[in-house]
């Protein structure tokens, strides 16, 4: 008795990030691949040329369920959980962005993918553009949706706004303040970002901060953001070093979070950037308005080279 109650209370825990509304379409596989020192949780769907999906802070690679449905009509879609989220594993460091971008490469070195198109939201933007730095000739097209990127452009400027004072919250003080409360602190992001806050669902808030609430994952959350200033160290040295990004980009910003601000970052990092606004939404895309994302996304993507 006393076995079967500790394996109905495990599911219980686990039912919010099982929920059906964050399915990956029939035919997505599951794979922990290990990669760089992390093990990263993906879902592999569809066939054709390879897109991987890059989420970012108070999300998992959960968010992408209806870019990946249209997207792996004609696309092979690959997407990770990034190391410290969702259901990949929290290593005690390497959550600068260049770590990161290794474990990318170690996730697209373990499915025989050579090159794939990238498309990133937030955090997942400053992994993606230090992959697309690191590795130009693994990045067909790069996709970059409604976050700055450390070190790129207006960054220093972008720091002074209020809004953002998350970018300096963590250490130990700050985990006991948010441990029991992570949904509480989720809300704020959530609400604050938001066009129309109720757009994000009760059902996605009680699924990711229930991700969230697992053991160390809002330190491993924490952690993202204490990396930024190493991160912009990086950015630095690329851009002095290599120039900018020659693959063709695409600069999303929701129409009352970054907007053209996003194509503005850019382009101090890229020389053939195409500017673009998700209408009727704030900076959680996939939530406020999906269908217009997807649009964006899949028109670029379509686009000749």
């Given at each position: ?110 499915l025989k ?53 998350h970018f ?103 020389a053939n ?33």
């Open positions: 008795m006393r076995l079967l109650g500790l394996v109905f209370t495990l599911l219980l825990a686990a039912g919010p990030a099982l929920a059906g509304a964050f399915d990956f379409p029939s035919g997505f596989t599951v794979r922990e691949i290990a990669a760089n020192g992390a093990t990263i949780h993906v879902r592999v769907g569809g066939k054709g040329p390879p897109v991987v999906l890059l989420h970012g802070y108070g999300e998992t690679g959960d968010m992408w369920v209806p870019m990946a449905e249209d997207l792996a009509r004609d696309h092979t879609v690959i997407v990770p959980d990034l190391r410290g989220m969702g259901l990949s594993t929290r290593p005690a460091g390497g959550y600068d962005k260049k770590t990161q971008a290794g474990d990318v490469a170690g996730v697209m070195d373990a993918v050579a090159r794939a198109d990238v498309v990133a939201h937030d955090i997942g933007n400053m992994v993606a553009f230090s992959f697309a730095a690191q590795n130009p000739a693994r990045v067909t097209r790069l996709v970059l949706i409604d976050a700055p990127v450390p070190g790129v452009g207006p960054w220093e400027e972008i720091l002074k706004n209020p809004l953002l004072w300096r919250f963590g250490g130990p003080d700050m985990e006991r303040l948010v441990a029991g409360r992570e949904r509480i602190y989720l809300d704020r992001f959530w609400n604050e970002f938001s066009a129309t806050p109720a757009k994000f669902t009760e059902e996605a808030r009680v699924h990711y901060a229930a991700l969230y609430a697992r053991p160390g994952a809002m330190h491993a959350g924490f952690a993202q953001f204490a990396a930024f200033d190493q991160d912009a160290i990086d950015n630095r040295a690329y851009l002095s070093g290599g120039g900018k990004l020659a693959m063709p980009v695409l600069a999303l910003g929701g129409e009352k979070s970054f907007g053209l601000t996003m194509a503005a970052v850019m382009r101090a990092a890229a950037v195409t500017e673009g606004v998700v209408p009727d939404s704030g900076h959680w895309i996939m939530e406020e308005n999906p269908a217009a994302t997807v649009k964006l996304v899949r028109a670029f993507l379509e686009k000749p080279i």
